[in-house]
C-alpha cells in the first residue's frame, strides 16, 4: 500500500543544537505537507511544498522537497525548547487523501 | 471563523456500548477526514469524506466503524460495540475546496479521547 516513512522516530538534543528529521514516500506526492503536533495537542499546519526541489524556509525552519517528489527533510537550526512536539509529515497521495507519517518525537534539553 | 469543532473532547465508553464522535468542519471546506491516533504514535487514516459521499474509506476497520457527512450537520465517527482497543484520540481534519494541488492544507480539530473501559 502506498506508505510514508519518517525517521528517525526519537531524537534528543541540547538546546542550541541542530536538528532534522527525513520523510520519505513509496510513490510519488503531488505535493508534501508538515505538521507540529505539542504534547497534548493537536496537529497544526506549518507548510507546504508542491514543486519538485522546492525549499522554503520559516525562521529557523528549512524545508526541502525532493527532486523526485519522493522525499523531503525538515531541519530545525538551533533548536529551542519552543520546538518540542511531534512533527509529522503528510504526503498528498491522490484524490485528495493525505497519508501521515509516523512523525518524529524532538526532546530539548535546556 | 470558528476552526474546527470536535465533541465531546473525552468519551468513556464501557465495552459494548457506542461510541458517536462529531466534527463539525471549517464554514466553507466540503472535505474532512478522520484519523486515529494511540498514544505516542503517529496518525492513522481513517476515511476521508465529502458531504454526502464517502471518498476513500480504506483505513476503516470492516466491521464496527462507519462514519458520514451528511448534507446538514456535522461529520460522525461510530463506533459500535467498543472493545478496549479502540480507546485513542480522534482526530478530524477539514480543508477547502480543491482546485488542481493546492490549497490542500488540513484544519485539525482538538480531538476526541475516547477511553473503553
Known amino acids: 500500500g502506498q506508505q510514508v516513512m519518517q525517521i528517525p522516530q526519537y531524537q534528543h538534543v541540547q538546546e542550541g543544537e541542530d536538528f532534522t528529521t527525513y520523510c520519505n514516500s513509496s510513490t510519488t506526492l503531488s505535493n508534501i505537507q508538515w505538521y507540529k503536533q505539542r504534547p497534548g495537542g493537536h496537529p497544526v499546519f506549518l507548510i507546504q511544498l508542491v514543486k519538485s526541489g522546492e525549499v522554503k524556509k520559516q525562521k529557523r525552519l528549512t524545508f526541502q522537497f525532493g527532486e523526485a517528489k519522493k522525499n523531503s527533510s525538515l531541519h530545525i537550526t538551533a533548536t529551542q525548547t519552543t520546538d518540542v512536539g511531534t512533527y509529522f509529515c503528510?504526503?498528498?497521495?491522490?484524490?485528495?487523501?493525505?497519508?501521515f507519517g509516523a512523525g518524529t518525537r524532538l526532546a530539548v534539553h535546556p | 471563523n470558528a476552526g474546527v469543532m470536535q465533541n465531546p473532547r473525552h468519551l468513556v465508553r464501557r465495552r459494548g456500548q457506542e461510541a458517536r464522535l462529531r466534527c463539525s468542519p471549517m464554514?466553507?471546506?466540503?472535505?474532512v477526514y478522520w484519523y486515529r491516533q494511540l498514544p505516542e504514535e503517529g496518525l492513522k487514516f481513517m476515511v476521508y469524506?465529502?458531504?454526502?459521499?464517502?471518498?476513500?474509506e480504506s483505513g476503516m476497520p470492516k466491521e464496527r466503524f462507519s462514519a458520514e457527512f451528511p448534507k446538514e450537520g456535522p461529520s460522525i465517527l461510530r463506533i459500535q460495540q467498543v472493545v478496549r482497543g479502540d480507546s485513542a484520540a480522534y482526530f478530524c481534519a477539514s480543508s477547502p475546496r480543491v482546485s488542481g494541488i493546492m490549497n490542500t492544507e488540513a484544519f485539525f480539530g482538538q480531538g476526541t479521547r475516547l477511553t473503553v473501559v
Open positions: 464554514k466553507g471546506h466540503s472535505h
Open positions: 503528510a504526503g498528498l497521495i491522490s484524490a485528495n487523501k493525505l497519508i
Open positions: 469524506l465529502q458531504k454526502e459521499n464517502i471518498i476513500d
